[in-house]
């Protein structure tokens, strides 16, 4: 008896865990912006507008025509509907509130936490069908449509 | 009727101001172009060269398109599929003026450091339009 309310407690523990995680993942689930989805997902999946502060956002459409090796300059009407937009839906949740080296999600505290070595060994990102940290879908089956939940990883061999 | 005329009128009026932002086009529309603007005719063989070459820069066009883009090509940094760039097997290319122009923008600029001239565009796109199936 003790046992099995046990059981459920730490069930209802891990729930509420799972669900703080989500949070610090990508924070409320927001439509995506076609206008995002058509310009910024043409090379790379639309990262969620919740993984990286609002200043974040701001320095890399500031900068879009050096944007981390590429010139992915936009017209003045897209900048504006695109950044406002991340600035309205930037992260907020305390974990991802501090903007992480170059502005990269993968050098974020929350990211790294949540990829440590015994999680994803070192030689997993080495493998030609993931090749970088960047690469959300490699693992994250439906990265594309927003989604990071642990049961959609799948971890290439 | 009065109303209906000038509902009509409100509606041709709205649908000139709006077509330019459309630019449905076709391939060889945007290669006339670029041609008249050149002021010369349009080399592929010049077109295929200067697409499948470096230019002082770590990329060519192919390193993402490859070599022959009647294929799906790869992004050299992120891993993302690249549609085909030929017309002849992605009916989508070179249809939207403001598209194509925002591609050779950003792209030449990553391959030559520089936009591409006219000369060069109209040399890139009649190449591709040779690759048939």
């Given at each position: 008896m003790k046992h099995a309310n046990f059981k459920s407690f730490a069930l209802a523990g891990l729930v509420l865990v799972c669900t703080a995680a989500a949070q610090a993942d990508g924070g409320a689930r927001v439509p995506l912006l076609p206008k995002y989805q058509q310009e910024c997902a043409a090379c790379h999946i639309a990262y969620l507008p919740g993984m990286l502060p609002a200043a974040s956002w701001q320095h890399l459409?500031?900068?879009?025509q050096k944007h981390y090796g590429t010139d992915a300059s936009l017209?003045?009407?897209?900048?504006?509907?695109?950044?406002?937009w991340l600035q309205t839906h930037a992260g907020s949740y305390k974990r991802v509130s501090e903007a992480p080296p170059q502005d990269r999600i993968t050098k974020?505290?929350?990211?790294?936490?949540?990829h440590n070595t015994r999680e994803v060994p070192p030689e997993v990102w080495q493998r030609p069908a993931v090749g970088s940290a960047s690469n959300c879908a490699a693992c994250h089956t439906q990265a594309a449509d927003g989604r990071f939940n642990e049961r959609d990883i799948k971890i290439p061999r | 009727m009065n109303n209906l005329t000038s509902w009509a009128r409100i509606g041709i009026l709205a649908g000139m101001a709006l077509s330019p932002l459309a630019q449905a086009v076709t391939p060889a529309d945007q290669l006339a172009?670029?041609?008249t603007q050149a002021g010369a005719a349009a080399q592929p063989a010049r077109g295929q060269q200067l697409f499948t070459s470096r230019h002082g820069k770590d990329w060519s066009c192919a390193s993402c398109h490859t070599a022959t883009p009647t294929g799906d090509?790869?992004?050299?940094?992120?891993?993302?599929?690249?549609?085909?760039?030929?017309?002849?097997?992605n009916p989508d290319r070179f249809t939207d003026i403001a598209k194509s122009e925002?591609?050779?923008?950003r792209n030449c600029n990553d391959v030559l450091g520089r936009e591409c001239t006219a000369g060069e565009k109209a040399d890139v796109l009649s190449w591709l339009l040779?690759?048939?199936r």
């Open positions: 459409m500031g900068s879009l017209d003045e009407g897209s900048l504006r509907e695109i950044g406002g974020s505290a929350w990211f790294l936490r949540k | 172009a670029y041609t090509g790869k992004h050299a940094s992120t891993g993302k599929l690249i549609a085909p760039l030929a017309p002849a097997f925002k591609w050779f923008r040779t690759l048939k």
